[in-house]
């Protein structure tokens, strides 16, 4: 399934950009749960050493995705406006 970026998730994606923080000091923050929003719950792995994600459709259906902060810069610039995620086993 194709998620196409909302608001809501480019919220997101543009408050871990402002933050500025290397992947050094976002494994020493490392929070799994950080960005709650009505559709969206995740944070940074640092076993991933990417922002893991689960989006939850309109059904509540649960899925999942992973981003690297090069692939948020991305979708902050809108070089990407739309990806792949997968239902969550």
């Not at 543009?14 to 950080?34: A, G, M, Q, V």
């Given at each position: ?70 692939e948020i810069e991305e979708i902050n610039s809108g070089k990407i406006s739309e ?7």
């Amino acid at each position: 399934m194709k998620l196409v970026v909302s608001e809501e998730l480019l919220a997101i994606f543009k408050s871990i950009s402002k933050r500025n923080l290397t992947l050094t000091e976002w494994r020493e923050i490392e929070s799994d749960d950080e960005f709650q929003t009505a559709n969206y719950c995740g944070g940074f792995d640092a076993t991933e050493d990417e922002f893991c994600f689960s989006f939850y459709d309109i059904n509540k259906a649960q899925y999942w995705f992973q981003k690297s902060l090069k692939e948020i810069e991305e979708i902050n610039s809108g070089k990407i406006s739309e990806f792949q995620i997968r239902l969550a086993e």
